[in-house]
């Protein structure tokens, strides 16, 4: 293409359930546009998908991969995306790049677990859309059962484009409603054939409620359909295009990847009936600035969308182009850290291919290498406009795991390689927990902490351990109680000499430590006294039930005595520290645990599984809100039991829900899980 326009650009993602044959129908569509000579396969691990050793280990995508190739004259961007749940943030991330959506089921298998989820992704991108029914050529293959259950799960108007075609009771082709003919692949290339007579009268169904799903939307065509007028193909096309841009129709398609039948005629259709990059307005997506036109000779604003971090090439910040021209060596202004900065390079993404561009335009995806200012969701744009984009919103991280480095690798070098990993990956974070002395690392679930330690493995050479946290319990008293401890140490020469008498008491529940003084008449002079809260700040670090920190008390020096030789800071605080240990013996010692504030959002049918679930949590239910058609569920639950609890909700509703968790409070622990847990302790200790 000599010059390329907004209008001749189209840019789809796919989404599915992982299985569905994304990756396979991507191969496909390369080699039908002829990048590819020859496909390659996820099973073979040579697919242009699947690219990195642990995608070719596991044989699914663990990445977004990005395409472009030309069509009839169109330049498609593609964006082959993860189907797991637990990397649904790289589906988000695609999503902000295109204006259409491409939602892939297994004909075999129907809706899935992610399914629902990716899908329902789709809409709030207020996307265009599509159904590809892929593996067709299955023996348990079933069209119209998908059909009827995408129909009756989802409030959306699928209208059907392409039916399979059998002959001898196998697959054979497919045939398009809207150009009445017959495809079929032969040695791996789509022939066109006239429909067979014995299929006209299922055709003819097909087409009628195809035309009766198109004219219901437009009032002109059903004036003419009610008049007993014929429509043209070019109509309904027309008419099909601009309803499906509208989000009122969703075109579903009928084939095989794998067998590459029915691939060519899905791209010829997407080309006719999908909108392009001048069409689709990015409106929504604005959060200040004013819109700009998403043609070429508007001002630049882009968005960053996806950041990789690879150890050979650096940082890769892959984006989107919304309006204008980027060229190699313009400055842009980033809002987000109010800096300009300088592309020195740009790239089009083809598959694990980097290729050098000198200009992207309007409609465009492309990557900047080695600009460590840019993040995911920064806005770029033209110095002289205000436009400001959304930031992606991301599933907020809720599996937690501590990672301890194997045996020879180096701390520092385990925590480098983990930070590394969670630049690129919104839903992975790294802290260290100072109290318990770990490397927490939050992700989605286990398959997402399977897949981070290989890569980690194989980019940085790293390998870590990964185990439940500790939890940060504490420990406080019951019950007043006044003590008394005098150090004194005789050894020749000055000695130490250090009485305090004080009251300790419990305060209430998230007051921490308090300390005052009542001495009268110079029983302790004022120079010790900062010694004996200091003395008890260091003692109560370490209780006396399990070692944990000691909080919600109150000390009240009220009496002691010195000496005028022999008395030291030193002195008045051991002899601080031994009292408060002696006031733990007495005070009726418990530990604390903390509590969490749960909120879980899933669907109405699930709600007395999940209460039933808190209860064997130790949780405690305390209200519920209808939202958006699901039931959210408000608990308090001991932290000690949410470890897990990404991976048991998954189980439990299907993935169908998801949940917010934040620190509330501290509590007792009850007397038989104390015990247990001292017993654990002390004999760690011992």
């Not at 709030?124 to 892929?134: H, R, S, T, Y």
């Not at 079929?184 to 007579?197: H, Q």
């Not at 110095?383 to 991280?397: G, R, V």
Request: proline residues 4%; negative net charge.
């Amino acid at each position: 293409m000599s010059k390329i326009t907004s209008k001749d650009i189209r840019n789809f993602c796919f989404i599915s359930h992982g299985g569905a044959g994304k990756s396979t129908l991507t191969e496909m569509l390369l080699y039908n546009a002829g990048v590819i000579e020859q496909t390659g396969s996820v099973d073979k691990g040579n697919s242009q998908s699947d690219f990195s050793a642990v995608e070719k280990k596991h044989e699914h995508s663990v990445h977004n991969s990005y395409f472009n190739f030309e069509w009839h004259n169109k330049l498609f961007h593609f964006i082959d995306t993860p189907g797991y749940a637990d990397f649904r943030s790289e589906v988000i991330s695609a999503l902000r790049m295109v204006e259409s959506a491409v939602l892939l089921v297994d004909a075999t298998a129907g809706i899935e677990v992610n399914t629902g989820y990716v899908w329902n992704l789709a809409k709030e991108n207020d996307l265009a859309k599509a159904v590809f029914i892929n593996k067709i050529d299955k023996e348990e293959a079933d069209f119209d059962k998908v059909v009827d259950e995408l129909r009756a799960t989802y409030n959306d108007s699928f209208a059907i484009v392409t039916i399979p075609y059998y002959e001898g009771g196998k697959f054979v082709g497919i045939i398009d409603l809207l150009d009445e003919k017959l495809y079929k692949s032969v040695d791996g290339k789509p022939e066109a054939y006239p429909i067979p007579e014995t299929e006209r009268e299922r055709v003819e169904d097909y087409e009628l409620k195809l035309t009766e799903e198109i004219v219901e939307l437009k009032e002109d065509l059903m004036i003419k359909y009610l008049d007993g007028e014929k429509i043209t193909i070019k109509e309904l096309t027309k008419a099909f295009e601009e309803e499906v841009a509208g989000e009122q129709l969703v075109p579903v398609f009928a084939g095989s990847a794998l067998r590459n039948c029915g691939v060519s005629k899905f791209l010829d259709d997407l080309t006719k009936i999908f909108p392009s990059a001048s069409e689709v307005h990015s409106d929504h997506l604005v959060e200040s600035g004013g819109v700009l036109k998403p043609e070429p000779d508007s001002k630049f604003s882009a968005q960053v969308c996806k950041t990789m971090v690879d150890p050979y090439i650096g940082k890769l910040s892959i984006f989107r182009v919304f309006s204008g021209e980027l060229e190699r060596d313009d400055l842009v202004f980033i809002p987000n850290i109010e800096e300009e900065i300088k592309v020195t390079k740009l790239y089009k993404l083809n598959g694990k291919d980097q290729k050098n561009v000198d200009k992207l335009t309007a409609g465009e995806i492309g990557a900047v290498a080695k600009l460590d200012e840019l993040e995911t969701s920064f806005t770029m744009r033209d110095p002289e406009t205000d436009i400001y984009y959304h930031e992606l919103k991301f599933p907020k991280p809720m599996y937690s795991r501590a990672a301890y480095p194997a045996d020879g690798i180096d701390e520092e070098k385990m925590a480098s390689a983990l930070q590394r990993y969670s630049d690129s990956d919104p839903t992975f974070k790294v802290n260290y927990n100072k109290e318990t002395k770990e490397l927490i690392c939050d992700g989605m679930g286990t398959i997402h902490f399977i897949m981070i330690k290989e890569e980690c493995q194989q980019k940085y050479d790293v390998d870590f351990i990964i185990q439940e946290p500790k939890v940060a319990y504490r420990e406080t008293i019951q019950r007043k109680t006044d003590v008394e401890e005098k150090y004194k140490k005789q050894s020749g020469g000055r000695g130490q000499y250090g009485h305090v008498v004080m009251k300790v008491e419990p305060l209430p529940r998230g007051r921490g430590f308090e300390f005052e003084e009542e001495i009268f008449g110079g029983a302790i002079p004022g120079q010790y006294i900062p010694a004996v809260e200091k003395g008890i700040i260091e003692a109560k670090e370490k209780g006396a039930l399990a070692g944990y920190p000691v909080v919600d008390f109150k000390v009240v020096l009220y009496d002691g005595s010195y000496h005028d030789v022999d008395s030291s800071e030193m002195a008045f605080k051991i002899a601080a520290s031994k009292a408060f240990r002696n006031a733990l013996a007495q005070a009726k010692s418990v530990l604390l645990e903390p509590i969490m504030s749960v909120d879980v959002t899933v669907p109405q049918d699930f709600m007395g599984d999940i209460m039933g679930d808190f209860n064997s949590r130790r949780g405690r239910i305390e209200g519920m809100d209808p939202q958006n058609g699901k039931q959210i569920i408000k608990a308090k639950v001991p932290q000690a039991e949410m470890f897990n609890y990404a991976v048991e909700l998954k189980s439990i509703t299907g993935g169908y829900g998801s949940f917010d968790m934040k620190f509330s409070h501290y509590d007792k622990v009850p007397s038989d899980i104390s015990a247990k847990i001292i017993e654990r302790v002390n004999n760690q200790t011992a």
